[in-house]
């Protein structure tokens, strides 16, 4: 199957309101044949168990003895991809599943992990692994039998890579590499009978609806719950705003864009912000505020220093920890002046990887502000050739800043300041944003 994920960053605005899952574009097929012994997931069906396979891309999404390989098409029976199933157990359904995310562990990395009733079974590659099944204590220590759902949180979104299990209101977070189980309660969800992580955002499925969820606390933000058959398949009937295609590459116009002590990058226009280090779930932009809530205008420039990132908009800095999840600090947010030693609007922003001097474009100048000073002021200012910059990055390859659909690569910030003709500017193309070229 392959799942058009094209659906971008400028072209959005409508199907991203209300914090809702992005929208995702497929030809509606139905069952196959129509083949009535087939279960129909566009009749509101609960499923068991979602995961995603093990390449990242499609998702299955487990139903008593059948499932559905991705986001259209037919159910199929569960012992096509996994026939140990019923070798092993008869059971013929999953109670949860989720896809291992252990980088330092190559040999569970990506692999599949099935749960039924006491058990557990590992897939890669649809073949089960040699030593399964096993009980869930030797696999998962702490973690009980008869699961409801499961779902892997990678460090970076939960405080260290992790599985959150869930059974009835508790929720046990398995940590992958201690092996320790914490046990939490979250009333404020609903009884979550599947979990699935799309695009670094995790949803509850209950009865043929979903939860958006914050992995980490349980928060819910938005107006939920949503009906899925609008959102994680295509149903007659059913949909959420109509489809919307990729805008033109020479359309394209950045508000700012900026790579976090992790190394995730980001961009940001309009609105709406798009994480495009991480493509295997495909490109998906979202509201800025699920990201960072209080930042409700959009952003003029933004950039990481020291496990925070800096959101500038108008005269305002807000500064945001890059824990697992961005938290403002308190106090913030503050003027430009107060923080930087700023006037006026800020048109880009960017930091050099292990440098501590933020280079803040203005107009016709570059100034530079030292962020271990006290206070922070400006402590060089430079004509720059290049004027009216949208947005600035530097990186291994040099320092590229955005104008339009086009970008422009120097090698330094010196260079960027002294130099008196500027280089041929390139085009924005789709591998960098998914943009149609």
């Not at 069952?31 to 068991?48: H, Q, Y």
């Not at 869930?136 to 008869?146: A, L, N, R």
Request: glycine share 8%; proline share 6%; charged share 25%.
């Amino acid at each position: 199957m392959e799942l058009i994920t094209r659906t971008l960053l400028l072209g959005l605005a409508l199907s991203l309101t209300n914090a809702a899952p992005l929208k995702v574009c497929y030809f509606y097929l139905g069952n196959k044949d129509g083949d009535a012994a087939l279960p129909d997931r566009c009749e509101g069906i609960e499923f068991d168990a979602i995961t995603l396979d093990e390449s990242g891309k499609n998702p299955f999404f487990f139903k008593e003895g059948h499932l559905w390989n991705g986001f259209y098409g037919p159910a199929k029976p569960s012992t096509m991809f996994f026939k140990e199933l019923d070798e092993h157990h008869h059971l013929g359904h999953v109670d949860a599943a989720f896809r291992m995310h252990n980088p330092a562990k190559q040999d569970a990395h990506d692999h599949i992990f099935l749960f039924l009733d006491d058990h557990v079974f590992s897939y890669y590659n649809h073949t089960l692994e040699t030593g399964y099944p096993k009980t869930i204590q030797e696999d998962f220590p702490g973690v009980p039998t008869h699961l409801d759902a499961a779902v892997e949180c990678p460090q970076g979104e939960c405080i260290t890579d992790s599985v959150l299990f869930f059974k009835g209101q508790d929720v046990y977070v398995y940590d992958i590499v201690t092996k320790t189980v914490k046990t939490k309660t979250w009333p404020h969800l609903p009884l979550c009978t599947s979990a699935f992580r799309w695009a670094e955002h995790y949803y509850c499925f209950h009865g043929h609806n979903f939860t958006r969820f914050n992995p980490v606390s349980g928060e819910v933000s938005g107006t939920y719950p949503k009906d899925a058959r609008n959102y994680f398949m295509k149903c007659e009937n059913f949909g959420h705003g109509g489809d919307h295609k990729a805008p033109k590459c020479s359309e394209v116009k950045l508000d700012a864009i900026t790579t976090d002590d992790r190394g995730r990058i980001y961009l940001f226009t309009g609105l709406n912000y798009m994480r495009v280090d991480n493509r295997r779930n495909g490109l998906h932009a979202f509201p800025i505020t699920r990201g960072w809530k209080e930042v409700t205008n959009g952003v003029d420039a933004v950039f990481s220093y020291t496990n925070k990132m800096y959101l500038i908009k108008d005269d305002q800095v807000y500064i945001y920890k890059t824990d697992a999840h961005y938290v403002l600090i308190e106090g913030y947010p503050k003027s430009l002046r107060e923080e930087l030693g700023i006037e006026g609007t800020v048109d880009a922003a960017f930091l050099c990887p292990n440098e501590h001097t933020v280079h803040i474009l203005q107009g016709h100048m570059i100034r530079d502000v030292d962020l271990t000073a006290t206070p922070r002021v400006i402590n060089r200012e430079i004509p720059l050739p290049l004027p009216d910059i949208d947005a600035g990055l530097c990186g291994p390859d040099g320092i590229k800043v955005f104008k339009g659909s086009q970008y422009y690569l120097y090698e330094s910030p010196m260079i960027l300041a002294t130099s008196r003709i500027a280089p041929v500017p390139r085009n924005i193309t789709s591998g960098m944003i998914g943009c149609e070229d």
